[in-house]
């Protein structure tokens, strides 16, 4: 099945751990995208990837960091330096045509815990 | 940056029964979309729609790019139309950024 796949689903780490969460797409899509949701709240972009081996900062940045060594992986290591980690995190991935992007399509999430 | 607006925050409906959501933006955009998020987090597309009207099945959306505002419309709701709804829009500054906005919570009563 085409999709984009994140693993593990819930994930519990202890406080002064880095810990990090897996995003696969078999989508062929260019770009990739992590996001930051807390409860009640909308979602805020950590990091977005157009092209292999280069990416950007969104709005978030601190306390995470990403690598995109190949085009169907974005994976994305919480650090001990992210004061507030506990949230859900949601990849998704799109298509760039020229001058435009298309639709994005979202992975299923991992909820992170730190105890 | 660009400004992505919904209204209302929170809904509530009764089975069967109509309602319109509101997304504003501050800015031009390259596209838009609009997303529900069920119970479980998952967020699942609905309309890609950077201008124009588009249907599908119960629900439609109409985007007035000029005017900056797009409309998602559910007819006929149902509990499983419970969740949240987003809408995403583009901006372009030398790389694409999508911007959310803060989301409508609806919740259909049986």
């Known amino acids: 099945d085409g999709g984009i796949t994140q693993s593990p689903k819930y994930l519990f780490r202890k406080e002064g751990q880095n810990v990090t969460l897996s995003c696969e797409q078999n989508?062929?899509?260019?770009?990739m995208y992590w996001y930051r949701q807390d409860p009640g709240q909308g979602l805020r972009l950590i990091y977005y990837?157009?092209?292999?081996?280069?990416?950007q900062k969104g709005d978030i940045a601190e306390g995470y960091s990403v690598s995109r060594e190949k085009k169907e992986s974005f994976p994305l290591t919480v650090t001990s330096a992210q004061k507030n980690p506990t949230a859900f995190y949601l990849c998704?991935?799109?298509?760039?045509?020229?001058?435009?992007?298309?639709?994005?399509?979202f992975g299923p999430g991992t909820r992170l815990t730190v105890l | 940056g660009i400004q992505v607006e919904q209204s209302p925050p929170d809904l509530i409906l009764q089975e069967g029964a109509n309602s319109t959501l509101r997304c504003n933006f501050s800015?031009?955009?390259?596209?838009l979309q609009w997303f529900h998020q069920n119970p479980w987090g998952q967020l699942i597309n609905l309309f890609y729609?950077?201008?124009g009207t588009k249907q599908n099945g119960r629900l439609s959306a109409t985007t007035v790019a000029t005017e900056r505002y797009s409309l998602l419309y559910i007819s006929s709701s149902q509990t499983t139309d419970s969740g949240v709804y987003f809408c995403?829009?583009?901006?372009?500054?030398?790389?694409?950024?999508?911007?959310f906005g803060t989301g409508t919570r609806l919740k259909v009563l049986a």
């Open positions: 998704a991935s799109s298509i760039l045509s020229g001058s435009r992007t298309d639709t994005q399509y």
């Open positions: 989508l062929n899509h260019d770009a």
């Open positions: 990837s157009q092209i292999v081996n280069d990416f």
């Open positions: 800015d031009s955009v390259n596209n």
């Open positions: 729609i950077p201008s």
């Open positions: 995403a829009v583009v901006s372009y500054s030398g790389t694409y950024k999508y911007i």
